[in-house]
């Protein structure tokens, strides 16, 4: 169930209020007691406790204290954090619904801290015998404030909508979302937003002969599909397109080169990628950014059978590309091959693409950011970087120095799949950018996008990372 934030004009003493503050002196005394104003500042300053909360039996009253950080980009992290610390008082408390007050004038703070609240409210309850049992009580945060812009609640609930939608995705098992599964929702999302989607079957595929897609879905039982969503407004402020390409691997065994158990487990969220292209591109349509974006979701399982491909395989890729097959759980570059060389058709702006790529990227950073790197796109590079810090989707730059080029040439063809032990993440990145030709920035969010446990306002799971991210940095375009 989504959490909705909305906007109120006035406070009614019989609401749930949330008074957020940084400076003791604006503990307002027509909400709250001498007793209880005595008390805060009392636990404040000889335990550091900054949240508390008071049951008025027709209401619950909380105050949160948050520290005066400096830095804007982290002031805001901040208040989303405590949002969601919050959060577990107000569902514990079975609360329908509350409001945050703005006392200190704070506006872009206090839709931080709601959105924060937001993020951390979801849930994914499809398979629960009894969901009502198990879902949280608060569904919606209303914003009190003098100057809060209506607009930026607008956006940020379609943010907030999008990346729920992300996370579904990314948790929902291959049992049902398979790649026809997958573009029959992205199509059902280009309909709610206005966005044009176009499926491309298998038999299309092999038309086009990219034969990375079809390679990886060989051993499948199921098509493959490559989707293709476009928003073009006809105020758009670019003449050529931003494109996103999203890996939308739907399960990965690995193929012959086959996971262990353990590494298998979580492999219906291989298409972390795919959940997140779709799910900005939805939110930028949705918005009606003047903006004009493309997302391409190539999208298969990988699996094995007596078809499947294997190592020392030669194919064919959309550009003609002769690449050896060295292991076959790479399977995730030689599907996204195809998607940026098809992309160059649209003479881009600029390509990002969106991969839950490589190990090594989630051993050299773990959750805590996403291994990035570009080609001719330094500029745009450090404008992604600015709304990666803007929503803490933080980018860490790797090179993609020539030297590593010759890490993924091959003796029998023109490049492998796979370089050598060392720089995996980066070697991945370097196959990638043979394809493309145009200004490009990888992104390898193998780390973040899904999470074993809980971690500040991204729950269990599947996080819906880079949504939030995409968003911002198209949002700067205008």
Not at 206 to 226: I, R, Y
């Amino acid at each position: 169930m989504l959490t909705i934030i909305g906007k109120t004009e006035r406070l009614f003493k019989k609401e749930n209020l949330v008074f957020l503050i940084t400076d003791l002196r604006n503990l307002d005394e027509k909400y709250l007691s001498k007793e209880e104003i005595k008390f805060i500042r009392t636990q404040y300053r000889d335990n550091k406790r900054d949240i508390f909360s008071f049951n008025h039996f027709t209401n619950w009253i909380f105050v949160n204290i948050l520290k005066k950080e400096r830095v804007r980009t982290k002031r805001l992290e901040e208040y989303r954090s405590a949002g969601n610390k919050l959060l577990s008082k107000i569902n514990g408390n079975k609360l329908n619904s509350v409001v945050l007050v703005d006392i200190e004038g704070k506006q872009e703070e206090l839709l931080a801290y709601a959105e924060g609240m937001a993020l951390g409210n979801y849930q994914f309850l499809k398979y629960k015998k009894d969901p009502a049992e198990k879902m949280n009580s608060l569904n919606s945060i209303d914003l009190y404030s003098k100057n809060l812009d209506e607009k930026l609640i607008d956006q940020s609930n379609i943010v907030i909508d999008a990346t729920y939608t992300a996370r579904n995705f990314v948790n929902e098992p291959v049992s049902y979302l398979n790649a026809v599964t997958f573009s029959k929702e992205i199509e059902k999302l280009g309909k709610k937003s206005d966005a044009k989607v176009e499926v491309l079957n298998k038999k299309k595929i092999e038309s086009l002969k990219m034969g990375g897609l079809l390679a990886v879905n060989k051993g499948s039982v199921d098509p493959p599909t490559f989707t293709i969503m476009e928003w073009k407004p006809k105020n758009a402020v670019n003449k050529k397109p931003y494109i996103f390409v999203g890996k939308g691997v739907v399960y990965d065994t690995g193929g012959l080169n086959i996971k262990t158990g353990e590494y298998m487990y979580d492999m219906k969220s291989d298409m972390g990628g795919a959940a997140a292209v779709s799910g900005a591109l939805y939110a930028i349509a949705a918005a009606r950014l003047p903006v004009h974006v493309i997302a391409l979701i190539p999208a298969t399982d990988n699996r094995l059978n007596g078809n499947a491909y294997v190592s020392g395989d030669v194919i064919t890729m959309y550009d003609k590309t002769q690449v050896e097959v060295i292991n076959t759980d790479a399977e995730g570059r030689m599907i996204l091959a195809d998607a940026l060389s098809y992309a160059k058709q649209y003479d881009p702006e600029l390509v990002i693409d969106v991969a839950t790529l490589t190990g090594a990227a989630m051993r050299a950073i773990g959750k805590f950011g996403i291994v990035a790197m570009n080609s001719g796109a330094d500029k745009e590079f450090i404008l992604l970087k600015k709304s990666g810090d803007n929503v803490n989707e933080r980018l860490v730059e790797f090179p993609l120095w020539e030297d590593y080029y010759d890490e993924i040439k091959s003796d029998i063809a023109d490049i492998k799949n796979i370089g050598g032990s060392e720089a995996g993440a980066i070697t991945a990145g370097k196959f990638l950018e043979h394809f493309t030709g145009y200004p490009y920035i990888h992104l390898d969010i193998a780390g973040p996008a899904f999470l074993g446990k809980p971690y500040k306002y991204s729950t269990r799971g599947g996080t819906g990372v880079g949504v939030r991210l995409l968003f911002n940095f198209i949002k700067s375009k205008v």
